[in-house]
């Protein structure tokens, strides 16, 4: 247990470092813009790029792994939005965003840094594929519901273009796409490139669990909403089981990809949900408020999975 603590305490600690800093502070939101600029677009697409760059490229294609992993998430992504629908009888857009936040975790500041601290460089790829593909769903479907919802008032095809535009244009894919190609052609960047891109990967995951405590701090939560047991669950419990099951039942992955697989399904609702709360004007507030109590509840629920998984106690196949 205490490899375990560990592994994670500093890591949840550099979350809580941001939280208690923006306390203390008390800087302006926007004083966190160039932080998150500088992660997005330049430290985590380096470490994408200079991970799968330097992997054989036969490891880059492994559909049924994307294929299981996807439907995972999007299996948790329907019984919520299922559930929501049929007890509460919310809208679509509301609905859609409380969805998201029992199935849309927070793969890309948590989930590179944890995945590669607990299981090395070989997780990289496994967080990679799944990081781009689940991403790429996202940016399709949300707009189509608010766009059912009557949210999104655009013509179909000036959506179409701009979903086909959020894609294709994310530093995170566009790193991925990048570092694929040079995995395929086996191209090496110039050391002096290199080295910077070592320099601005190493930042990656520091300056992201950090800035990711900030951000917390900055969103208050003024109550608890009643649908936070049914998301904390779902996001934190029954996704990670969900993934577990469906990979295992495929088979024929390593140790490594399949708990990387698992412990990205483990994390906390992303950051992500509360941008596209605000951007469509719904669930603000319980947005927020799931980010927040979902991140502080995964302290113990990760912590649980990896010394479950450290420990041996989790076969790396269900169905041998």
Not at 17 to 26: C, P, S
Not at 91 to 105: F, Q, R, V
Request: hydrophobic content about 60%; some cysteine.
């Amino acid at each position: 247990m205490s490899n375990v603590l560990g592994l994670v305490l500093p890591f949840f600690g550099l979350i809580f470092l941001g939280f208690f800093v923006a306390r203390i502070t008390r800087q302006p939101v926007g004083a966190l813009g160039w932080m998150n600029t500088f992660i997005v677009y330049v430290a985590l697409p380096s470490l994408f790029f200079q991970l799968l760059a330097k992997t054989p490229f036969d490891k880059l294609t492994e559909w049924t792994f994307i294929l299981g992993s996807v439907l995972s998430t999007y299996f948790i992504f329907v019984l919520m939005f299922l559930g929501s629908w049929a007890i509460e009888r919310s809208n679509i857009a509301e609905t859609t965003i409380k969805s998201l936040a029992a199935a849309y975790g927070n793969i890309g500041y948590m989930g590179p840094g944890l995945a590669l601290l607990v299981f090395g460089p070989e997780a990289a790829v496994p967080v990679a594929l799944i990081f781009c593909f689940e991403n790429i769903l996202h940016f399709a479907i949300v707009p189509l519901m608010m766009a059912l919802s009557g949210s999104e008032k655009q013509p179909p095809l000036q959506l179409a273009l701009g979903v086909m535009r959020k894609i294709a244009l994310h530093p995170f894919i566009i790193a991925t796409a990048v570092g694929v190609l040079a995995a395929y052609f086996r191209i090496s960047p110039p050391l002096p490139l290199e080295r910077l891109l070592v320099y601005l990967s190493a930042a990656a995951a520091p300056c992201a669990l950090f800035a990711m405590g900030v951000t917390l701090a900055l969103r208050p939560l003024k109550r608890v909403p009643r649908e936070m047991g049914p998301i904390a669950f779902l996001k934190l419990i029954l996704h990670p089981i969900v993934c577990y099951v469906v990979l295992s039942w495929i088979g024929g992955f390593s140790d490594v990809w399949l708990f990387s697989a698992v412990l990205l399904a483990a994390l906390p609702t992303a950051t992500n949900v509360f941008v596209l709360a605000q951007q469509y004007h719904v669930w603000v507030e319980r947005a927020s408020a799931s980010v927040l109590l979902t991140t502080c509840f995964s302290v113990v629920t990760v912590t649980g999975l990896l010394y479950l998984i450290k420990g041996g106690m989790l076969p790396a196949d269900l169905f041998p």
